[in-house]
């Protein structure tokens, strides 16, 4: 069975600071991994997507995400904080048509 | 396009009441899925579909029922509401061309039950 985990329900940062966040999959097979973001009152949208194209995915907003196969891990990546990137975030896999999402990681920025 | 929406966007019910939640997808997607959101609980599939007049349960099916008597109408159904069930629902279609692909979400549906 998949799953993601994401690490951290909440990350705060400073505006201009580097956004990370964290997202673990468990796989017995390559997996296809997302990250969405929601902002509030809205419904999730993609940000990123990896299908083994490229381990280095740049995605919208600035976002990317690097697949790394002997960690496990996709974490989520943004140079400099926007006050507009605050929203939740999404880890998500897929290997069926049944997706698994993560718990989701609030991002938090201050002025 | 309008992608996916959902109807009603709020609904305030009474223990006992039952309501249907309407998904509808232009895109031509095959699958479709009802979620619903719970502070600190990210997504919890509820029910799914693969295809037109075909249904699945996902994690959390209990007290809810679903229909896709259509391929771009996806149906959600609470016979019999409870406070538990207060959530926001969200839908999501998507195609599986060539492997799985991105999920498109709709504005989703704030539900409270009293």
């Not at chain 1, 690490?7 to 017995?28: D, F, I, K, M």
């Not at chain 2, 929406?5 to 009474?14: D, E, S």
Request: proline share 5%.
């Amino acid at each position: 069975a998949q799953s993601v985990t994401q690490l951290g329900s909440h990350v705060s940062v400073s505006e201009g600071a580097l956004v990370l966040l964290r997202c673990n999959y468990s796989s017995s097979v390559p997996p296809y991994l997302f990250w969405y973001v929601q902002y509030p009152n809205q419904g999730l949208q993609l940000l990123l997507k990896y299908t083994s194209a490229a381990t280095l995915v740049k995605g919208i907003n600035g976002f990317e995400a690097e697949f790394k196969k002997s960690e496990t891990s996709f974490h989520l990546t943004k140079p400099s904080a926007h006050m507009s990137d605050a929203a939740e975030y999404f880890c998500a896999t897929g290997g069926s048509y049944i997706p698994t999402f993560g718990r989701g990681t609030s991002l938090i920025v201050h002025p | 396009n309008a992608g996916v929406t959902q109807t009603p966007k709020f609904r305030v019910l009474k223990t006992g009441q039952s309501m249907t939640l309407l998904c509808a997808q232009d895109m031509n997607h095959e699958y479709m899925y009802w979620y619903r959101q719970d502070p600190g609980m990210g997504l919890r599939l509820i029910h799914y579909s693969v295809g037109e007049g075909t249904t699945a349960k996902g994690e959390v099916p209990d007290g809810y029922n679903v229909s896709r008597l259509k391929k771009q109408n996806f149906l959600l159904g609470l016979e019999s509401a409870a406070p538990s069930q207060t959530s926001v629902y969200f839908c999501a279609s998507s195609s599986l061309a060539g492997g799985p692909d991105t999920q498109y979400f709709g504005p989703g549906t704030r539900l409270t039950v009293l």
